[in-house]
């Protein structure tokens, strides 16, 4: 072969070359230009889980909301040589483009829910405002969940290991997922004060740090207060003193209606510790972060009782002596 046949072989090779990578990034240059809404509105797409990237492009094609399945394909493997579409449910707006919507999709630019769960709450509670949550994926919710979870904690049960708090969420998310998602945060603030408590306190394991944290929440709402109400209970735990705390006693009782009596108080459960020495076996509610604090370093006190004086805040005594002094000015 000539030079001057190489010469043009190797030129038209070039050209060929150029005319397809230019054809090519003509066709994927259609993504970054075609506008999928051009009036003011917006449109919501949900990926749902389990969904792939092809069924979900799919989709989008089938909705009308991209021209091409193949070059969307293209775009989202040059973007990302591995990518995942997070599920949940995105805005598109005015403006945006096929390709500012394949950007969305991979970065899971969701539009975030949210859901608040309130200091004090039972995992009763919990449960039943995430299951009544549209927001909330439990479809394949099943008690045998709980079970096999509470199995793997080596715990009594799910109670106090939500942790209050507003947390925010893809709609989709399942409730085994959210669950796990209030249980880890609890778990990290847990541990944090559990290494940083006060080594004199009375507690063998943080899980029994987190049953008085419960019981404090439920005495009082006063964050002032909580260090001396957690006195009071470390102080009866260190004179064998039953705890006598009426909240426990209001959680083992299967019908409460507002006002606790003498067979209640005598009522032998589990929970009641006006029978039972020491503390519950498990916690009462989902604590505060500034129960938990409390709990992990109670003031310094020689308080043994405390009563209500009915205006939020609580008289505390170091004698029974005092302490029916307090109640018969306050409760009687």
Known sequence: MTNFNKETTAKFLIFFTFLISFIFLSYLNFSFNNIIIKKNSH???????????????????????????????????????????KNGTYRVKKGDTEYSLLRKLINGKVIQEHITIIEGSTYSDIKQTLLNNSKIDSSEFDTK???????????????????????KFAEGITYEAFISTCISKMNKILSTYWTERDFSLPYKTKYEMLIMASIIEKETSKSS??????????????????????????????????NITKKDLNAKNEYNT??????????????????????????????????????????FSETYDEHLKAVNKYQK
């Open 225 to 258: 207060e909580k260090p001396l109400v957690a006195s009071v209970f470390v102080n009866r735990l260190n004179k064998n003193m039953r705890l006598q705390a009426d909240p426990t006693v209001i959680y083992g009782m299967k019908n409460f209606q507002g």
């Open 145 to 167: 969940y709980e079970e096999i979870y509470i199995s793997r904690l080596d715990y009594e049960s799910l109670e106090g290991l939500c942790f209050p708090d507003t947390y």
């Open 274 to 315: 006006y029978k039972i020495n020491g503390l519950p076996k498990t916690p009462i509610c989902s604590p505060s972060e500034s129960s938990i604090k409390a709990a992990s370093k109670p003031s310094t006190s020689k308080y043994l009782y405390f009563v209500s004086n009915n205006k939020g805040e609580h008289i």
């Open 43 to 85: 449109l919501l797409i949900k990926v749902k889980s389990g969904d792939s990237v092809g069924k979900t492009i799919r989709q989008l094609r089938e909705n009308g909301y991209i021209n091409s399945e193949l070059r969307f394909k293209i775009l989202a493997y040059l973007y990302d040589y591995n990518p995942i579409f």
